[in-house]
Structures are given as structure tokens and as C-alpha cells.
């Protein structure tokens, strides 16, 4: 229906300026600090992987990165297993309460992460997760949860109840009518879902930063620690930061058909 | 949600959903309603205080009142400007993504890595990207003679957290207006050449209107997120200069964790609160209506 260069030309620009400021932290993690401060230049003169050696060789970084993703990932499980049954029954039944309670949970989603930060400190210091990994993975479950009830509910919708039905007079017991007939039909948004909740686990640094000190460093704390410590590494930064795209990167290719459907949360 | 089996029992599924947000947000937000009530002498002595924090925050002629208003002031204005501009943006630029072809998966994966970097590291990003030193944005703008300068100047300041926001979160807008544009079949577009429309009239007549539920969802989810917005200021400007760029959020945490001054954040943790809760009722109503719309 689109004719003409027009359109391509402008999605060919806007790719080009939202690339921009990536590619300028991959220049700078590719330079080193001297030749950074000497002066600008489009792309590196003398390329070192230098600094990505330091952070793999440093077990304060190696750490953080394997503490970041180790709760993203207990997060990620938790909030799509929690969220199936509740998304079914959201989707399928009518209950006392359930316009309200669905109400609730998106305000969860909603909530600014800046009024939990001091309460959840408060919490988690009392029950003695303060600096672990549960503390941010179960921390992060006050938006994630909401989030994939919300988008796993959309996808619900769109299987048909009549499935359901026949299933039952084939005589399935509920259990394994759910686990061996529906959860493969929700398959992609089960995968869109798990990719979200990573999604907005991997990014909050708010309340990961918050609720952790030494032990369960995520890796972007060691970053803004470093900061502090080594005055200005701009090197060392851009480096720290190209690495921290790169597990989002690999997930979303694995998503990429069916991610705008999942901003759509399952709604389209 | 009309012609649904009324089961009382689907409270069994979600009984676990309900324990775990419970347990991260109920006992959360009554220890704030807990602080905003009370005083404290240090010590972990409290004594009752009623209703005044609230009294003071929400007196504009108070420090704290003050202080309050104005950043609720400069958040709200910093929604509405992101908004004004993300939405048009998104729309257009999706218009711009091809309907099918191998390009499509290649540029929705560029077009969403901005949401996947950690906020931080986009704060990082654009501290470096905007200096004049040593960054690009802010070297070509002060090489064409502008004055601009993130820490000194509050216009530049600004001027660099909007566009931020922009080139973080517009992929949202134009993700999900895909997703709406996608779904609608080619026979709608066959129609229209048939009838001789424009781009224009296509455009109005045809996709705006099926774009509605897509970006009522744009809308609201971008008007949270630049509402509570936090770590890119922190990290690029640190709420400054002065207190420029300094939004809810970050006044917040000033507030609670810098100044551990429990009594005033909890009041305002808890209006800030009340302020979002609002609006999400008015999404979850447009929401409701829309899919009771579409199910009519």
C-alpha cells in the first residue's frame, strides 16, 4: 500500500540516528582513555579490546554479570509460572471480585518504583534477603507478575473456548488438558511474556541497586561504583555498557516475529 | 467479560499471583502509611503525627509544599512534552516499516534494543554522547555555535533529557502501532484504492481508527514511565543544574534515602501514589469500554 522512496528514506534516517549513540559508546570502548581525551574521531584509530579484557579478567565484574542475570532469570520463572493459571482463570471465568483485583494488579504495574525503594529496603532487611538475589528477583516481581498476567491473558483470549470444551468431554482431566494441550497453544506467548519480564528485570537498576551491597552486586552497580573509584574510565564505562547489551540483543532475535505483538500486550 | 461461566473457584489460580504481589506490595505500602503518620525522634521512637506531613506537603507556602509543587510541576510538564512528541513520531515512523519482506525482523530488533539497555547504561550512554569533549551530540552542537552545556545550563539540561526519552522509548510508540497496523487486512486497503482515497483519507479513516486501542496502551504505558522516570536524569544530570531536572522520583529518593527524612517522603511516596493510581483507573475504564466495544 506504501509507494514510493519516501517512507524508506525516512525509516533509513531514524535507524541511523537511534544507532548513533551506540555506536559512539562501541567507538569509545574500542579507544583508550588517553587517545578518548585527545580529541574526537568518527571512529577508532587504533581499536583495543583492552578494557573488555580487564572486565573479563576482573571477579568483580565476571560477579555482577552472573548475579544480573541469575536474578533476571529466577524472576523470569517466577512471574510466568504464577502468572499462567492466573491469566486462564482471569480470561475463562468470571469470579467475585475479578474486574477489582485485575484493577490492583496493574496499579502494581504502575506504581513508581522510587515509592517502594526505602520500604523494600525496610523489608528485605527484616527478613534477612537484604543483598541476595532473591531480594531483586522477588522485588522485581511487584511489576513483572502484573505484567504477564496482563500480556499472557491477551494471549489466553485468543484461543478459542471451544478447545477447552472439547478437550473436557475427550474426557482430559484439567491438569493435563492445561499442560498438554493448552500451554502449547500459548507457546509464543508464553516466549513473548518470558521476554518482557527479562526485559524490564534486566533494565530497573532503581530498585536491584537498592536492595543490594556487596554480595549481589548486579553488574551495572559495579559500573556507577566504578565510576566513583577510577574518577573518569570513560573507556572502561562504554565497554561495561556495550556488554550489557548484548544478553538483551541475543533474546530479542529469538522474539523478533512476535515482539510487536507482545507490545501490544496480546491485544491486536 | 460478558458470557463467562461465573466460577468461583478460578480464585484457586490465582491465589498465587495474589501471595506474591501481596507480599512485595501490601506490607511495602503500609510501612509508608505507617511513616506518614508518625514522627520519629531517632532511636526507632515513634509518636503519632496525624495528618500533618500531609497538611505541609500539599501547602505550596511550606518548604516541602514548595518543593512538592514544583516537581510534580516539572514531571507533569516533562509527560506531556515526551508524549506530544513520541506518539506523532511512533505513528509515522511505523507507517514507514514494510508490511512483510525481510527487513521487517531486522528493523523491529533495531528499533526495540534502546528498551533493552539497562537505564543506567542509557544515562552512561548519553553522559558521554552529549559532553563537548568527547561526545558526539554534544560536540556537533557546539560546533555550530549553540550554547550548550548539560551540567550549566538548565535549557540544555532539559532539552537533553526529553531527547532521551525520545530515543529510548518512541520504539515502543512505533512497536505497538505496528502491531495495530498489521492487523488489518488487506482487503480494507483494497477497498480504499477501489474508492479512489488518498493517502491521507487512508490514513484518517482506515488506520487512525483501528490504531485506537494500540495507542490508548502507548499513551498510558508512556505516561507512567515518563512520570516515574528516575535513573537517566540521576545519572546524566543528578537532577540539576539546581534543580532543574529534578522530577518526583528523583526528589523523592533525595528525600527518603539522602535526607532519611521518613515522615515527609512517606506523605509524598503515598500522594505520588494516589496521583498514579488515578490515572490508571481512568486507563482501566477506556480500556474496558474498548473491549466491551469490540466484543458487542
Not at chain 1, 122 to 131: E, T
Not at chain 2, 53 to 66: C, H, M, Q, V, Y
Not at chain 2, 182 to 204: E, K, L, T
Not at chain 2, 213 to 225: G, S, W
Amino acid at each position: 500500500m506504501r509507494q514510493g522512496a519516501l517512507p524508506k528514506i525516512v525509516l533509513a534516517v531514524y535507524l541511523v540516528v537511534l544507532m548513533l549513540p551506540i555506536y559512539w559508546l562501541i567507538n569509545m570502548s574500542l579507544r583508550t582513555n588517553s587517545d578518548i581525551v585527545s580529541g574526537l574521531a568518527l571512529w577508532p584509530r587504533h581499536p583495543t579490546l583492552e578494557k573488555y579484557f580487564q572486565i573479563f579478567n576482573d571477579p568483580t565484574w565476571v560477579h555482577g554479570f552472573g548475579v544480573s542475570l541469575t536474578y533476571v532469570a529466577i524472576n523470569t520463572v517466577i512471574s510466568v509460572l504464577v502468572a499462567l493459571p492466573a491469566a486462564y482463570a482471569f480470561n475463562r471465568y468470571a469470579f467475585i471480585g475479578d474486574k477489582h483485583l485485575f484493577f490492583w494488579l496493574l496499579t502494581n504495574l504502575m506504581a513508581p518504583t522510587a515509592v517502594f525503594a526505602m520500604p523494600f529496603f525496610n523489608l528485605y532487611y527484616a527478613v534477612g534477603l537484604f543483598d541476595t538475589v532473591w531480594a531483586v528477583a522477588l522485588a522485581h516481581c511487584l511489576f513483572n507478575i502484573p505484567l504477564a498476567v496482563w500480556i499472557l491473558e491477551g494471549f489466553v483470549g485468543g484461543v478459542p473456548r471451544e478447545i477447552d470444551e472439547t478437550a473436557a468431554i475427550d474426557g482430559y482431566s484439567f491438569p493435563r488438558f492445561f499442560v498438554r494441550i493448552f500451554l502449547p497453544l500459548i507457546a509464543n506467548g508464553i516466549g513473548v511474556t518470558a521476554f518482557f519480564c527479562f526485559m524490564f528485570s534486566w533494565v530497573e537498576q532503581l530498585l536491584a541497586t537498592t536492595l543490594t551491597a556487596t554480595n549481589a552486586l548486579p553488574f551495572a552497580a559495579v559500573m556507577s561504583r566504578s565510576y566513583s573509584v577510577s574518577g573518569m574510565d570513560w573507556s572502561m564505562l562504554a565497554a561495561a555498557g556495550v556488554l550489557t547489551m548484548i544478553p538483551g540483543a541475543i533474546v530479542i532475535w529469538f522474539v523478533r516475529n512476535h515482539i510487536a505483538k507482545g507490545f501490544a500486550l496480546g491485544r491486536v | 467479560m460478558n458470557g463467562k461461566p461465573i466460577n468461583n473457584r478460578a480464585w484457586l489460580f490465582v491465589l498465587p499471583v495474589l501471595a506474591f504481589v501481596l507480599f512485595s506490595s501490601i506490607i511495602p505500602v503500609m510501612t509508608v502509611v505507617n511513616y506518614s503518620i508518625q514522627d520519629t525522634m531517632g532511636a526507632n521512637n515513634f509518636f503519632w503525627n496525624g495528618d500533618a506531613w500531609f497538611r505541609d506537603l500539599l501547602n505550596p507556602t511550606t518548604a516541602i509544599g514548595e518543593r512538592f509543587n514544583d516537581a510534580l510541576f516539572r514531571t507533569l510538564a516533562f509527560s506531556i512534552v515526551c508524549l506530544m512528541i513520541e506518539v506523532p513520531l511512533g505513528i509515522a515512523i511505523a507507517l514507514c516499516i514494510p508490511r512483510t519482506g525481510w527487513l521487517v525482523g531486522v528493523t523491529l530488533v533495531v528499533v526495540a534494543l534502546p528498551m533493552l539497555i539497562p537505564w543506567n547504561v542509557v544515562g552512561t550512554m548519553w553522559q558521554i554522547f552529549t559532553r563537548a569533549d568527547i561526545g558526539l551530540f554534544g560536540a556537533a552542537l557546539t560546533g555550530l555555535g549553540l550554547h550548550y552545556n548539560v551540567t550549566q545550563d538548565s535549557i540544555s539540561a532539559w532539552i537533553t533529557i526529553v531527547v532521551i526519552d525520545i530515543w529510548h522509548w518512541t520504539p515502543l510508540v512505533i512497536l505497538l502501532s505496528y502491531a495495530g497496523l498489521r492487523a488489518i487486512p488487506d482487503a480494507f486497503y483494497q477497498a480504499a484504492q477501489i474508492d479512489g482515497a488518498s493517502r491521507w483519507a487512508i490514513f484518517f479513516n482506515i488506520e487512525l481508527p483501528k490504531l485506537q486501542k494500540v495507542l490508548v496502551i502507548a499513551v498510558l504505558l508512556r505516561f507512567m514511565q515518563t512520570f516515574m522516570i528516575y535513573t537517566e536524569p540521576f545519572v546524566v544530570t543528578g537532577g540539576g543544574p539546581g534543580s532543574a531536572t529534578t522530577f518526583l522520583s528523583i526528589d523523592l529518593v533525595k528525600i527518603a534515602l539522602g535526607q532519611v527524612d521518613l515522615g515527609n517522603a512517606a506523605a509524598m511516596s503515598l500522594v505520588y501514589y494516589l496521583i498514579t493510581l488515578t490515572v490508571c483507573w481512568v486507563f482501566f475504564t477506556i480500556m474496558t469500554q474498548l473491549e466491551r466495544r469490540r466484543d458487542a
